[in-house]
């Protein structure tokens, strides 16, 4: 670029599926991340549409981020929407959902919608348009499918080019809080990238150093990519089973039968109830008339009582929201208990780090494995590793990251921006890219 072109920006996106943010690029060189929320420069990845007020004809107000995690809590008539990244790749991107007052949206255009929210700040900054731009993508979005993985990739590309995005590139998340670490290196590293968010746990093995760091092309320095599709949202459902859902009725057990033991509850409802995307589809009128009618199925009516106080209020979110509170009071080391009151007057549940770790030993050892798998896809002794990296949102569960880390004994366990490494690498990524 000569001395007298105008700068045309361009942005980094970490589109999360718990948090986002967004990094901007500025005339005298490189990329930083922008305040996206007062001050701060991550966001919850969460639209609220209200429909409370609203003339038939008008539609839904969206608020974003804080904003809209708000105005659920406070009871606002209208749909709280979360963990929009987990449809990308599914038949549901495509299809609508109901947000009340008979009005519906497309999953699609809620993934756009919040992308254009983030663009709208950058370009408000820049005070220009922007049109370049690079995405973070998990290593996969969709374990086991390459058609669905690839799928999920162009629907985002979709949503991104639908808001005015037109030169697009995207990069592994853990690359780029690879290249986030390695800004501050002095030494040639070894490096296993942990990034573990909302919906995947995904894992390089990267060469870093102030050498590498200088090459346009980082290819040969990445050994091995491994993800699975595992991470906080799954913690968040296993910890409502196991310590929420149960006095609802969840593997309860049906009245006494002169012919044998009492046959379990039936279950669906309590992992639909346990998953984000799922839960406004138990409060459609059919399911809860079946619901209804199951009353003879608990032998503890209380069970049954609670579970329809959940559908006829609408406390599946609320209960959701209860389980990853619980999630992080205990992976700040300390035991919780759960206010279960809109349920029933005094209702309370406890709950601790080891109730946790039995919740969720198959997802950490799904994730260990993962980190296993991608050492042996590099064909690297775990003895080689200089540094285990961890970043994301969930790497906050102290357990989970000691048992990474023991995977790696000789390695130097280093935490990065939970929130923003990977962003913030991204950047250093669209600087090369675009620049």
């Known amino acids: ?213 200088r090459r346009a092309d980082r290819k040969d320095d990445i050994l091995a990519n491994h993800g699975v599709h595992t991470a906080g949202t799954d913690f968040d459902r296993q910890v409502e089973l196991a310590a929420i859902l149960p006095v609802c009725g969840y593997r309860g057990l049906g009245p006494a039968r002169a012919d044998g033991p009492p046959r379990e509850v039936p279950s669906r409802v309590y992992f639909d109830l346990a998953t984000w995307h799922l839960i406004n589809t138990v409060y459609s009128a059919p399911r809860v008339a079946e619901l209804r009618r199951m009353r003879d199925f608990y032998g503890d009516p209380r069970q049954h009582q609670r579970l329809m106080r959940v559908v006829d209020e609408r406390l599946g979110h609320g209960l959701l929201g209860l389980a990853e509170a619980a999630k992080i009071a205990v992976a700040q080391g300390g035991d919780t208990v759960i206010d279960l009151s809109r349920l029933e007057a005094g209702l309370r549940a406890g709950f601790d780090e080891a109730a946790a770790l039995k919740a969720l030993d198959a997802e950490l050892q799904r994730i260990e494995d993962a980190a296993d798998e991608t050492l042996a896809l590099a064909g690297v002794n775990a003895g080689a590793v200089d540094a285990v990296y961890f970043t994301g949102g969930s790497t906050g569960f102290r357990p989970l990251t000691e048992r990474i880390a023991a995977r790696v004994p000789a390695a130097q366990a280093l935490h990065g921006d939970r929130n923003a490494s990977v962003a913030q690498g991204l950047g250093v990524h669209a600087q090369r890219v675009f620049a």
Not at 52 to 69: N, S, T, W
Not at 144 to 165: F, I, K, N
Not at 206 to 211: K, L, T
Request: net charge negative; charged share 20%; hydrophobic share 40%.
């Open 1 to 213: 670029m000569s001395a007298s072109a105008p700068h045309r920006p361009f942005c980094a996106i970490d589109f999360g599926t718990s948090n986002s943010a967004i990094a901007l690029s500025s005339p005298g060189g490189g990329a930083a991340l922008i305040p996206v929320e007062g001050a701060e420069c991550t966001m919850p990845t969460a639209v609220f549409y209200g429909v409370e007020g609203l003339a038939p004809h008008e539609p839904p107000q969206r608020l974003f981020g804080r904003q809209a995690l708000a105005a659920y809590v406070e009871g606002h008539e209208g749909r709280l929407m979360r963990s929009m990244k987990s449809v990308l790749g599914s038949p549901l991107a495509e299809q609508s959902t109901d947000v009340g007052e008979g009005r519906s949206v497309r999953y699609l255009d809620v993934v756009s919608g919040y992308l254009q929210h983030l663009k709208s700040l950058a370009e408000r900054r820049a005070g220009a348009p922007l049109e370049r731009a690079v995405l973070g993508r998990p290593v996969f979005f969709v374990d086991g499918d390459p058609a669905r993985d690839a799928q999920a990739q162009h629907t985002l590309e979709q949503a991104a080019r639908s808001v005015g995005l037109r030169e697009l590139s995207f990069q592994y998340e853990p690359i780029a809080a690879a290249l986030d670490h390695e800004q501050g290196i002095d030494r040639e590293q070894l490096v296993l990238v942990a990034d573990i968010g909302g919906g995947t746990s995904d894992f390089s093995l990267v060469r870093v150093g102030p050498e590498r760091r």
